[in-house]
């Protein structure tokens, strides 16, 4: 990953605030593979660039935020 990417990450409390959820939503979505997220050991990490295109693919109507297409 490069340098760029690290300064990206964020925690699921970060991305609770920038998204304006309950960081147990946005837990709950990256286990069910809405929001992409990373996990480090125990720790699970965001790469905001990443979830921003999630949300932009679920606003446009993609059906799988996952996979670009």
């Given amino acids: 990953m490069s340098d760029s990417r690290l300064?990206?990450?964020r925690t699921a409390s970060q991305m609770a605030e920038l998204l304006q959820m309950?960081?147990?939503t946005?837990?709950?979505y990256a286990r069910r593979?809405?929001?992409?997220s990373i996990k480090l050991?125990?720790?699970r990490r965001f790469v905001?660039?990443?979830v921003e295109a999630a949300v932009a693919r679920l606003r446009n109507?993609?059906?799988d935020?996952?996979?670009h297409g």
């Fill in 65 to 67: 935020p996952l996979h």
């Fill in 33 to 36: 593979g809405l929001l992409p």
């Fill in 26 to 28: 946005v837990e709950d």
């Fill in 41 to 43: 050991g125990r720790h």
């Fill in 48 to 50: 905001q660039s990443d």
């Fill in 7 to 9: 300064s990206e990450l």
């Fill in 61 to 63: 109507g993609g059906s």
């Fill in 22 to 24: 309950k960081r147990s």
